[in-house]
């Protein structure tokens, strides 16, 4: 077994330990807290390293199925070893190109945005000669929980408004090369507590019912979302649902009487519940420096490295708290990255242990949103060192390159 400070000492940093076990186990606590019945995506988003995705995909106990919006994120999933037919594509803007790969690939199932998007799918799949099945997603004009990251009731480019997808029913039905078969919601994301997430989805749940009485065609598949909750980059655990099995299943019987025998098949979907648990960043720190009675711990890794999409105030916020348990806390500083600018900061006032060059700090529930949603090409750092482990025992380590590909300009 290999501790994250040898790790760093052997082969430097800033590096990521992505915990399989640690993984499964999150796996298996999911599927536990949903009905038997209910199908779940992994939103690969969240973690695409192709490991990660083959054990959210395969490893023990029931599967996951794959949520994807490029293809890229179809390739991880391919290179995992599992098929196109089980994968959701989404997005708002889904190229011919990407659909042509995809469809290419086996992907059949795709969610919708618009009329134009469902179009767009319809005439790239009748192209290949295939039949594109396509989820409706909602963009509903209400929602249950009032608190945490809200992902409808507002002008988006996600979704059909809800209170406009009944009068498009008529275009919506018989467009060669695509058929409709159910409806997808994605309202909040990171619910505060289980009682809104249960909240949101016997929201969710009624509102699909509604919806599929106004359209007047049954439903063969509802995705109900996620907003399944996990801390990020701070101590603490990801939460365990004990009531929402049973809640779940009561709103679905009272809305969706046949869904226990697949009419429709019911979904869920989730990223950083899955993952987030499962990593842990290594940051090297390369100075210290006081700035008009502030002080500074500079580390070899910042939004470069972790989370430099929030760091720009999208996905999700970044307020570092390292793992340092039981280590006296004697300084308050703020946390910032190698970068030229000002907004490489990880973190303010954060209280911390003495440290000087050469430590290392340990950042916990790192295992989402973490290399693939910074800003890895920004100033020409390299990428972190991912590491895989089982057991305690590294599996495999690697870093992603970015290598330049002349289509014009130079001789081949």
Known sequence: MIGHTELAKRFGTPAYIYDLDRIAMA?????????????????????????????????????????????????????????????LYTGPGKTDAELAEAL???????????????????????????VADCLLRVNSASASAATSIRMTGVPSQFGFDSETLPSL???????????????????????????????????????????????????????????FAAPYAVTGARPVYGELRTALADSLDEHFPGWRSGSPRIACESGRYLVGDSGTLIVGVVNIKESRGRRFVILDGGINAFGGMSGLGRILPVSVRPNETGVPTVQVASLVGPLCTPGDLLGRDVPLPELGPGDILTIPNAGAYGVTASLLMFLGRPAPLEYLVRGGDVVSASRIRHVRDYQYGQEQ
């Open 104 to 130: 290419a690939n086996g992907v059949r199932l795709f969610s919708v945005e618009s009329l134009s998007d469902l179009l767009h799918i319809a005439a790239a799949a009748e192209a290949l000669g295939v």
């Open 169 to 227: 029913a008529g275009e919506l039905s018989n467009v060669p090369g695509s058929r409709v078969v159910g409806v997808h919601f994605f309202p909040l994301s990171n619910a505060k507590d289980e009682a809104s997430l249960i909240g949101e989805f016997q929201h969710t749940v009624g509102v699909a019912a509604q919806l599929q009485e106004q359209l007047g065609v049954p439903f063969q598949f509802v995705d109900i979302g996620g907003g």
């Open 27 to 87: 796996k298996r606590d999911l599927f536990a807290a949903l009905p038997d019945e209910v199908d779940l995506f992994y939103a690969v988003k969240a973690n695409p390293h192709p490991e990660v995705v083959r054990e959210m995909l395969g490893g023990q106990g029931r599967r996951c199925r794959a949520e994807i919006s490029s293809v890229g994120e179809l390739a991880a999933v391919l290179e995992a070893g599992f098929p196109g037919a089980q994968v």
